[in-house]
């Protein structure tokens, strides 16, 4: 019952994390190649060597000074030391999107991947994103943890409920790539799987136009669920309105100075917080009346409102759209059938 | 060793053997001898490695094709939660020290049993409760989330019997507390006259180091597994975010535990090995103090790696290069025990009995677990290589060809001490290549299926994966075949084996100079010990003075 006979080594590299990752790879396999060496030689030489001759021998005792004992301490840790640090750089690197990194977003449950692109396109189990592109995707799941992981781009972080997390890419080959939930999630955790297109840049212009029904941006339907939740009436936009809440202007990656003393960086995080138990931490000056909204907004919905407020700062008040790449606008070129992947899989939307 | 009467070895005594020493099953199972308890351990850990790895075959035939084939999805996540609740809980923790560490430990030291008797014969029926409340709820359709218990799935998602699992678990770890608690109190307090410290063998050291890890770490993964429990049947939020709760705080806690579990399972083995060593070499240990404080090394820091089981969960930065540089100094302890191991067999008298391969198996796969565990300490390269195969393949090199190679080898060497026995020399030597072949043959294939990117815990995978599961499964035959064959012939040495005699391996150590099987009170002399660990060769007397007197 052979699905087909290959006998592959090592992963496909499609980005430039991916190499950096194989080289540390490739350094750790050749010092654990001498060290594993080393001790079978030195076992199968003594084992020769030293074999009992005689059923009444015994070994000598050896008068080495304790200099043996401290190269064999010494040396493993230095080189443990300078992988440490390697490894760490690679980490730091990888934890913080560089600027001028495009946000995804994606939420997971049981069993499935569904993204948002910046223009709205939706996308289940399926990431479609242009060469090139720095893509920062921003997660949180719907019920129990789960891992994104892509092995082409040597890149793993967990999806976990109630937090976000974000990983970041920048694949410089296109192809279709693995991708894999990671962390155990209930009985089709192996089904959990999907694909990473990555497209050129005229391909993906294509798809976005050709391919699921392009939305709104996350941050117009945010726009439209302020007004609809009618966060306007208290956080208020405009002149001669009074407020009841905090101005949200700007609000974004922000110091926010809070009731009872201390101070919280308004990110995603806290944001989300915010909106689910607004008594949790509370404006310095401001009253905690607000209403909870757990349970009245979705994950998705909560990821546009988010979006939303991330576009204050920088754009006018109730501006939209503010975050559509280039390209999704143009027209649908004459190959977009053909330049179609093949496993686009199901949109909604 | 010399006593202030000669050793008795080989006289016909006056008095009944341990296993002679009663025969009905109340002198079982109401016993205070730690032999017995030691063989009642034997016996039921036994039962759980061998149900174990009925799981193991299951999950592996099933993964020979990709397609998810032979079972279904929720039978395939409980095969795989049950093999690693059973393997770890109910095997790896207890198999060398409730085993080889009951029957050994006062008979090392010149006692004439633990510290604590009937402690020790409750922790067994703890022991037996736990794993009774286990297969309950396997029986009644087992459990699926994995031996982890990750939350919230383990909290609210999970359909499996999860309580009644952690409840068993819980109660086991009662065991695994008293067993630590009553080594302590053993080597503290029963050395006999002249045993110092810097005399004990070095796998006195090791259980010692191992018996702090179990007094400390237990009660955390007790109360952790409390905490599934309540908020599973009371809705408490702890660990649901949706109650308020965090599912990584569950992770903490989780592997606060079981990060130094996994030193529980691997220190005594390496107490073993170093016993083997000596004996099959005939020399004293290289660096004695160095690998006894080792032990210590390894109990300590083994502590504070917790956190890069968690370095993609999203913990802070700072806290993942911290546990990073932790988990890379854990190393070199266990780094310096293997080159100490490999130079004892310099200008020593080495034979080629078969715990000794057993040994020298052990060191080249525990040196493979633990090269490619400081691989996946590597910040960098664990984002790759988390919760892949890599993982899986990385703690069996550890847990199998580390811990059970120990533990085979360690029931070889002592086989003839427990039963009076002598086993077949070739059938033996043939399960510990088979066991060294097949055990290679499983899981080396799985650390190319790590960084090919399967993930671990799959049902189902892509078909480019095949060949390397094709062949790892059939490793796991060989495998098998390697743990079956010493089953039969131990069994068959207890009724048709030669006469071991009171020093079958010409070896040093107290538990060699009694009879072989040891009386009921281990020795028919006042016990002193006037020399040091493993003096064979007259001339070493004056080197291990001095490095006793420097340590």
């Not at chain 1, 290959?6 to 990752?21: H, I, K, L, S």
């Not at chain 2, 702890?238 to 599912?247: H, K, N, T, V, W």
């Not at chain 2, 660096?287 to 969960?313: E, K, N």
């Not at chain 2, 960098?380 to 988390?386: F, M, S, Y």
Request: proline share 7%; charged share 10%.
């Amino acid at each position: 019952m052979w699905s087909s006979f290959t006998m592959p080594f090592f992963p496909e590299q499609a980005t430039g994390t991916a190499r950096e990752v194989d080289a540390m790879f490739a350094v750790w396999l050749a010092v654990s190649l001498f060290f594993t060496l080393l001790i079978a030689v030195l076992i199968v030489v003594f084992m020769v060597r030293f074999r009992r001759r005689h059923p009444d021998e015994v070994g000598k005792t050896e008068q080495a000074g304790p200099w043996l004992e401290i190269i064999w301490s010494v040396v493993p840790l230095f080189i443990m030391l300078a992988m440490f640090a390697w490894g760490a750089r690679l980490f730091f690197l990888q934890h913080k999107a560089p600027p001028g990194a495009v946000e995804y977003w994606a939420t997971g449950k049981q069993w499935m991947w569904k993204f948002e692109h910046p223009d709205g396109s939706r996308e289940i189990n399926h990431l479609h994103i242009p060469v090139g592109q720095t893509v920062k995707l921003t997660m949180t799941s719907e019920d129990v943890i789960h891992s994104f992981g892509v092995p082409a781009f040597r890149l793993k972080q967990d999806v976990n409920p109630g937090a976000y997390t974000a990983v970041w890419f920048r694949p410089d080959r296109p192809g279709t790539y693995h991708l894999f939930c990671d962390q155990y999630c209930g009985a089709e955790h192996s089904r959990m799987v999907g694909s990473i297109v990555v497209m050129t840049p005229e391909d993906y212009a294509a798809w976005l136009a050709g391919g699921p029904a392009a939305g709104q941006s996350p941050a117009a339907v945010g726009a439209q669920l302020f007004q609809s939740l009618a966060c306007y009436t208290c956080h208020e936009m405009g002149p001669g309105w009074m407020a009841r809440g905090p101005s949200l202007q700007g609000v974004y990656g922000h110091q926010v100075p809070l009731e009872g003393g201390g101070a919280v960086l308004a990110d995603e995080a806290y944001l989300r917080e915010s909106i689910l138990l607004p008594a949790a931490k509370v404006v310095k000056g401001w009253q905690p009346i607000m209403p909870t909204y757990q349970g009245q907004v979705s994950e998705e919905q909560l990821i546009d409102l988010i979006a939303y407020l991330k576009t204050l700062g920088t754009a006018p008040a109730m501006g939209t759209g503010a975050v559509n790449p280039p390209g999704t606008s143009s027209p649908p070129s004459g190959g977009t059938a053909g330049s179609m992947p093949a496993a686009p899989g199901p949109t909604t939307r | 060793m010399n006593s202030t009467q000669a050793p008795t070895a080989g006289i016909a005594l006056d008095r009944p053997s341990y296993l002679h020493d009663g025969y009905g099953w109340k002198s079982w199972l109401l016993t205070k001898d730690h032999k017995r308890i030691a063989i009642l351990y034997l016996i039921s850990i036994t039962v759980f490695f061998a149900l174990g790895g009925i799981f193991a075959m299951l999950i592996r035939l099933e993964l020979l094709t990709p397609e998810g084939d032979l079972v279904q999805a929720a039978t395939y996540n409980r095969l795989f939660t049950m093999h690693g609740v059973i393997m770890v809980f109910f095997f790896l923790v207890p198999s060398i020290p409730a085993t080889l560490g009951n029957f050994l430990i006062p008979l090392m030291i010149g006692a004439k049993d633990l510290a604590f008797p009937r402690i020790n014969l409750l922790s067994w029926y703890i022991y037996v409760l736990g794993g009774g409340f286990t297969l309950w709820a396997l029986i009644h359709g087992g459990v699926d989330t994995g031996w982890t218990f990750y939350t919230p799935f383990s909290t609210h998602y999970s359909n499996g019997y999860v309580v009644s699992t952690a409840i068993g678990v819980f109660i086991a770890g009662f065991s695994s507390i008293l067993t630590g608690l009553n080594f302590v109190v053993t080597v503290h307090r029963m050395r006999a006259p002249g045993m110092t410290w810097f005399r004990l063998p070095l796998f006195v050291w090791s259980h010692y180091a191992t018996s702090l890890i179990m007094i400390l770490g237990t009660p955390v993964i007790a109360v952790t597994l409390m905490m599934v429990a309540v908020e599973r049947t009371l809705n408490l939020g702890l660990f649901d975010p949706r109650l308020g709760g965090d599912p990584i705080l569950f992770q903490h806690l989780f592997w606060f535990y079981s990060h130094p579990a996994v030193y529980i399972m691997v220190l005594p083995g390496m107490g073993v090995i170093s016993e083997l060593i000596a004996a099959f070499t005939r020399k004293r240990v290289f660096g004695y103090t160095v690998v006894a404080f080792s032990s210590i090394g390894i109990a300590v820091l083994g502590f504070l790696v917790w956190g890069h089981h968690l370095f993609v969960t999203g913990e802070s930065v700072y806290a993942a290069t911290v546990f990073s540089l932790l988990s890379m100094l854990v190393a070199v302890p266990s780094a310096i025990k293997v080159f100490n191991w490999t130079a004892t067999l310099y200008e020593g008298s080495v034979s080629y009995d078969t715990p000794m391969l057993y040994a020298l198996g052990f060191i080249g796969l525990f040196t493979i677990g633990g090269l490619t565990g400081v691989m996946i300490a590597t910040l960098g390269l664990d984002l790759h290589l988390h919760d892949t195969y890599f993982i899986i393949a990385h703690f069996h090199y550890v847990m199998v060809g580390g811990t059970i190679m120990a533990y085979m080898g360690g029931l070889h060497y002592w086989w003839p001490k427990m039963t009076g026995k002598l086993y077949p020399v070739f059938a033996s030597r043939l399960s510990a290549l088979l066991i060294f072949v097949g055990f290679n043959l499983t899981f080396f294939p799985q650390f190319v299926l790590g960084y090919l990117g399967m993930p671990r815990r799959y049902w189902e995978y892509p078909p480019e994966y095949q060949v390397w599961n094709v062949l790892s499964t059939a490793g796991a035959s060989v495998l098998g075949v390697g743990y079956v064959l010493p089953l039969c012939y131990l069994l068959y040495s207890m009724v048709y084996g030669k006469q071991a005699g009171a020093n079958p391996w010409g070896a040093k150590g107290l538990e060699w100079e009694t009879t072989s099987p040891p009386p009921t009170y281990n020795f028919d002399y006042p016990v002193v010990v006037d020399e040091e660990a493993y003096e064979y060769a007259p001339d070493a007397r004056a080197a291990a003075r001095q490095e006793a007197h420097i340590a």
